[in-house]
């Protein structure tokens, strides 16, 4: 099969005697054979207490509760359920279990991470009235710029930018990436 989600689970398979039975390791090596972007959650037969994660240019949220862990590739899905997330890095994996979630780099050291509180409702992440997401974020382009710019800086006064601005960098992902390819073509 040439199909990602069968051939993953192979070489995760075939990795895992090399990995001496270490989940981790077994993910690491096969995510070694792979190239593109992906993001995986692996549940192990002989583990079946944990999930395993891990991604490469495809986010993955962890979504802390009580006694719960969670996960999704967007933070709007983890609000009805918790509000403090741990957005995973490139290069990272982590280890969700009943007791809780575990952090590590690809060299399998633990990371400490401080789960971030989320001030923002599952209501206030949905499409309202919109037909869909990209339209309601056009529309609420002129506050949420003046929502971030004030927010990082104290005296909004001092800001000043040039009058003729050389380069703009448009870094985005899911909806927000579309709307940049059409800003790339301005």
């Not at 994660?53 to 719960?68: M, T, Y």
């Not at 979630?101 to 992440?125: G, H, Q, Y």
Request: glycine letters at 6%; a negative charge.
């Amino acid at each position: 099969s040439a199909t990602d989600t069968e051939v993953i689970p192979h070489l995760i398979e075939d990795a895992y005697p090399e990995a001496d039975g270490n989940p981790l390791r077994a993910i690491r090596k096969a995510m070694d054979r792979m190239h593109g972007s992906f993001a995986l959650a692996v549940v192990f037969a002989d583990h079946p207490d944990a999930v395993i994660v891990a991604r490469v240019n495809c986010p993955i949220v962890l979504g802390v509760g009580d006694g719960e862990s969670f996960l999704a590739s967007d933070i709007a899905a983890l609000l009805p359920y918790t509000r403090r997330v741990i957005p995973l890095e490139e290069g990272e994996m982590a280890r969700l279990e009943p007791k809780g979630i575990t952090v590590f780099d690809m060299e399998f050291k633990p990371k400490a991470r401080t789960p971030l509180e989320i001030p923002w409702s599952a209501e206030m992440a949905n499409k309202g009235a919109y037909a869909h997401f990209m339209l309601k974020e056009i529309h609420e382009q002129k506050h949420t710029l003046s929502t971030e710019l004030l927010a990082r800086t104290q005296d909004f006064e001092k800001l000043s930018l040039p009058d003729q601005i050389g380069r703009v960098v448009i870094t985005a992902c899911g909806t927000a990436w579309h709307a940049g390819l059409v800003g790339k073509l301005a």
